[in-house]
């Protein structure tokens, strides 16, 4: 049974372009989260993605964006990217009626 | 206001314990966690202990959790260098977001 898989593993991109992460969850999961961690800080939250809704969001700007599509899986987006946007983005799914987070590997994203 | 705070570094002989110790702010807290990073890799869920709860073992590991303090502190018995890693002390309210520490490199010496 594959975990959360998120794609790509690296991604390198330039200032002011815009990007676009994605996720697919743990099978039997329903809701998917959204973390930013910068090099040697923990895991920021950035948004929570349940029944295709943002169900709760962290102090991200605007710039953040997301989905869910009906079969769970997730996309995180990203535009007029900063260099202080670098960092490994990880997904975590689960089930919102029931204890027990499974986070994927991440996203290891460089803005030049 | 939410807050998890953890020294940033530990250094333990192989085959000793190591305590990774870590205050949190959120008193209604319902779950406190502790996660593993290794090197390029994502997070691994350790362990884990319910805000009613004082201890738990799990083999190696013991979680102690002083509520009134606000304390929780991660044992393992004798270290090994498999456990050099990142660990991250965290908290939430179940199906709410998760705020996790900085982390606390542990370090084994040989």
């Known amino acids: 049974d594959a975990g959360v898989t998120q794609s790509p593993t690296h991604l390198i991109k330039t200032r002011g372009q815009q990007v676009t992460l994605r996720c697919s969850p743990k099978?039997?999961?329903?809701?998917v989260s959204w973390y930013q961690q910068a090099l040697g800080q923990g895991p920021q939250f950035i948004f929570q993605?349940?029944?295709?809704?943002?169900?709760q969001r962290g102090n991200f700007p605007d710039r953040f964006s997301g989905h869910q599509f009906p079969n769970y899986s997730s996309e995180l987006n990203v535009n007029a990217l900063l260099l202080g946007d670098s960092a490994l983005y990880l997904c975590?799914?689960?089930?919102?009626?029931?204890?027990?987070?499974?986070f994927g590997s991440g996203t290891r994203l460089t803005v030049v | 206001g939410e807050d998890v705070e953890q020294s940033l570094f530990l250094s333990v002989r192989e085959g000793d314990s190591s305590v990774i110790n870590c205050t949190y702010t959120?008193?209604?807290?319902?779950?406190l966690y502790w996660y593993k990073q290794e090197p390029g890799a994502g997070l691994q869920l350790l362990t884990y202990?319910?805000?009613?709860?004082d201890m738990k073992q799990d083999q190696r590991l013991t979680v102690l959790l002083n509520k009134k303090d606000k304390h929780l502190s991660l044992r393992i018995a004798d270290t090994q260098t498999g456990d050099s890693a990142i660990y991250f002390c965290?908290?939430?309210?179940?199906?709410?977001?998760?705020?996790f520490g900085k982390g606390t490199r542990l370090h084994i010496l040989p």
């Open positions: 965290a908290e939430s309210m179940g199906d709410d977001k998760i705020i």
């Open positions: 959120d008193s209604s807290s319902t779950y």
């Open positions: 975590a799914s689960s089930l919102l009626t029931a204890y027990g987070y499974t």
């Open positions: 099978s039997g999961h329903d809701t």
């Open positions: 993605y349940y029944e295709e809704e943002e169900r």
């Open positions: 202990i319910f805000s009613n709860m």
